[in-house]
């Protein structure tokens, strides 16, 4: 006989889930940790009672593994299982939402409660983007029922140079997906087929029930702009003001050809550096995510690796919160649209540098 000792809850957090615990009889114990959706096993094992119990250590590092790997945001049901007069039987079912941060939800907040209240993304404000046609992706979980409609409340300047706010309710359009997540969808360029009066907008609040995140015009554009991966195991966008410089090193080997020296092997590989102009304190702790992220492109979809950086995040009034990183693109090979040639070096942001 055995029974399920851990007290497990039906909403996750993969940063909090504990060790699984069973009382046992016997020698031994068979059990298993399944998706239940597609039927794939992140565990299968028989393990040996010592002192009338067994346990599942690191689970989390087990759980975000799986979701890593295949690109899961949202576990749902995670059965935890096991195998008694040869049957398996259910002793718990839960819900797992990706998040290799710990999060503070204070003390009278459910990871539920949390979910109803906040988009998947670690900052509560962002930047819009320059370029009006990019959309922009905000993912969320509902606990329980469907989710209400998503809002923008948009603050413009009309043809008259005066400020003007107005609400959008967008039609939902929650589809399935492969996250099993819902995503708020807009651009700056549907904002103004739905207002044609907004000359430039400079100022979007998305809501969805409780969750709110607020959009703004910064200062100065962008000179670089990524999506990536986050801790949240869903892709987010970043729009960063930052000196951005290139350097390309060109190995080569040099051989003797018919009596003259020849180039051959050769291997061109050019490094991209950021430096970030100062970030908010919230800004500095969330980009330490695009850093360490396993998944990072520019926003025409180009693939990169991060070869090195650190995010400077500190509480100091004399010190400025910055980032500064180094990536290359995974194909070295660029092309070089006709109309962009004569501006390659300077127009900006960057992702438009190369077709």
């Avoid at 009309?158 to 651009?187: C, K, M, P, Q």
């Avoid at 709110?212 to 970043?238: D, G, K, Q, T």
Wanted: include cysteine.
């Amino acid at each position: 006989m055995a029974s399920l000792v851990t007290q497990l809850q039906a909403f996750y957090l993969s940063s909090d889930i504990p060790d699984i615990r069973w009382s046992a009889t016997g020698d031994e114990l068979r059990v298993r940790v399944l998706y239940q959706p597609t039927g794939d096993l992140l565990l299968e094992s028989s393990l040996t009672v010592r002192g009338g119990f067994v346990r599942i250590y690191e689970t989390r590092d087990l759980i975000e593994r799986y979701m890593r790997l295949n690109a899961i945001a949202r576990l749902y049901p995670l059965q935890i299982e096991h195998m008694e007069n040869g049957s398996w039987h259910n002793d718990a079912s839960m819900m797992v939402i990706f998040c290799e941060k710990k999060i503070s939800m204070g003390t009278n907040s459910s990871v539920s409660a949390w979910l109803q209240e906040n988009f998947l993304s670690s900052l509560k404000a962002k930047v819009l983007p320059t370029e009006e046609s990019t959309v922009e992706q905000l993912f969320f979980v509902q606990p329980q029922g469907t989710p209400p409609n998503p809002s923008l409340h948009v603050t413009y300047i009309n043809s008259s140079d005066a400020v003007v706010t107005r609400d959008i309710s967008l039609v939902a359009n929650y589809g399935a997906s492969v996250t099993n997540l819902f995503v708020v969808e807009f651009s700056v360029d549907s904002i103004k087929v739905a207002i044609p009066a907004a000359v430039n907008v400079i100022g979007v609040t998305v809501s969805v029930g409780s969750r709110h995140m607020e959009y703004y015009r910064p200062a100065r554009r962008e000179n670089v702009a990524f999506r990536f991966r986050n801790a949240f195991n869903v892709m987010e966008s970043a729009y960063l003001s930052a000196a951005v410089s290139r350097k390309t090193e060109d190995g080569r080997e040099i051989a003797h050809v018919a009596g003259n020296l020849a180039h051959y092997d050769r291997k061109p590989v050019t490094e991209y550096e950021v430096q970030t102009a100062p970030l908010s304190f919230e800004e500095a702790s969330w980009i330490d995510q695009l850093i360490t992220s396993p998944d990072v492109r520019l926003l025409d979809d180009t693939q990169l690796i991060i070869t090195q950086g650190e995010a400077v995040c500190n509480n100091d009034n004399a010190e400025l919160n910055s980032a500064k990183f180094s990536y290359k693109e995974l194909d070295e090979k660029h092309s070089i649209a006709a109309s962009e040639e004569v501006n390659v070096f300077t127009v900006p942001p960057h992702s438009y540098q190369f077709a």
